[in-house]
């Protein structure tokens, strides 16, 4: 059975609406629930809460436990590449971030379509196996959102790739853009340790429809609608972590509860898995994980991700006119230097970092005119 590892990508915050503002004192308490779990595998980036995971990271756990007690995971961030003069600096920075000698694994971030531009034209696989044959780096790897003949076609030419992080979960296993199953079989395919990022997709399957929290329940009430999304990662072959983004102790400690409980699935709740997607599908507006890569990069300083899962669970409400969503969409459009989804210019630079391939600027349009027309009467 996969070990479950600790995600620092949604960390818990003080304001909403500022990702540097991390609560250190909850993360500290999330580091030490975890840890004494028995589980030490921590999963960063470089861009993850607007350069504050790292450190983060170096404080609630470097400074606090002995090197030898955690594994450290992070990512050379290819959105922002565009020369070799770049990589040294960065990775330099990356360890004084972290405040460590080594990192026990390391990824490019995101290879794929979008970032080809520098895994294409900088020699970025030559230098972390450079770092790796320094001793600054245990293992090297990629994660990657790309379809499975992408990803068979990486591997191929870079053999030297050790590991892989996919975005895995019953919702997107059998799904013809995502690709999870055959992405996990290409893997197998070419011998690579296989992590999982987004077991339960940025939260959806966490909190299923009313339909389908039913038929879950009706099965089994003892087990909860985030186990069954556990359960099926946990057991998967040739899986060895699966990352929880939990962004309180609260859920940190549930994830933890659920890996150690995780029994196989059978084939009957297969089946309900299968319907319970059917379900799910037919309900989600826009497929958004809360990634928040479009954010990094929109002129217009719109929080899309958060805009998005406003508009997701209104949506899911099926009630044309005001929710508490829409409420808390209004009080965000009154927050200071923000953008609202009408400020949006179409510049589609959001759609070039979006992994889920989301025409992002359409659907912009669409909460404009829910939110601020429909609902609000006002436009901006």
């Keep these: 059975m996969a070990k479950l590892g600790m995600g620092m990508m949604r960390l818990p915050l003080l304001d909403e609406n500022d990702q540097k503002s991390v609560d250190m004192d909850q993360v500290n308490e999330m580091v030490d629930a975890y840890m004494a779990s028995g589980f030490n595998h921590f999963d960063t980036a470089f861009v993850y809460h607007e350069g504050m995971s790292e450190i983060t990271f170096k404080k609630a756990v470097v400074e606090r436990y002995p090197r030898d007690s955690f594994k450290i995971a992070t990512k050379m961030p290819l959105f922002i590449i565009t020369e070799e003069s770049q990589l040294e600096p ?51 790897g990629l994660s990657t959102h790309g379809n499975a003949e992408f990803l068979e076609e990486i591997l191929f030419e870079h053999p030297e790739i050790e590991f892989v992080l996919l975005q895995i979960n ?19 395919k070419y011998g690579k340790e296989v992590m999982i990022m987004e077991p339960y997709k940025g939260g959806f399957l966490a ?44 859920q940190l400690e549930s994830n933890i509860s659920e890996i150690k409980n995780a029994t196989p699935l059978n084939d009957e709740e297969l089946e309900i898995i299968k319907e319970v ?25 719109i929080d899309i991700a958060k805009i998005f899962d ?35 210019i179409e510049c589609e630079l959001c759609i070039e970092e979006c992994p889920q391939s ?13 939110f601020e027309t429909e609902i609000y009467g006002f436009e901006n």
């Design 170 to 188: 019953y919702l997107d296993w059998e799904d013809e853009g995502i690709q999870s199953k055959k992405c996990l079989e290409v893997a197998r």
């Design 358 to 370: 989301i025409n992002i600027p359409e659907v912009l349009k669409d909460v404009a005119k829910t």
């Design 207 to 250: 909190d299923v429809p009313e339909e389908a929290e039913k038929i879950m329940k009706e099965y089994n009430p003892d087990k909860s609608v985030v186990s069954w999304a556990m359960r099926f990662v946990a057991n998967l072959d040739d899986v060895s972590v699966v990352l929880t983004g939990a962004s309180n102790l609260e």
């Design 90 to 140: 960065i990775f330099s920075q990356q360890l004084e971030n972290c405040g460590v000698d080594y990192f026990d694994y390391y990824m490019l971030h995101n290879v794929s379509g979008f970032t080809e531009n520098a895994w294409k034209n900088v020699n970025l696989f030559s230098f972390i196996q450079k770092k790796k044959e320094e001793g600054f780096i245990k293992h090297i």
């Design 277 to 301: 997607s059917e379900i799910i599908n037919s309900n989600i507006t826009v497929d958004c994980t809360t990634c928040r890569y479009c954010v990094d990069v929109c002129s217009e300083e």
């Design 310 to 344: 406003l508009y997701n669970k209104h949506n899911m409400l099926e009630i044309d006119d005001w929710t508490p969503f829409g409420n808390a969409y209004l009080n965000y459009t009154k927050l200071p230097d923000v953008g609202i989804a009408s400020d949006c």
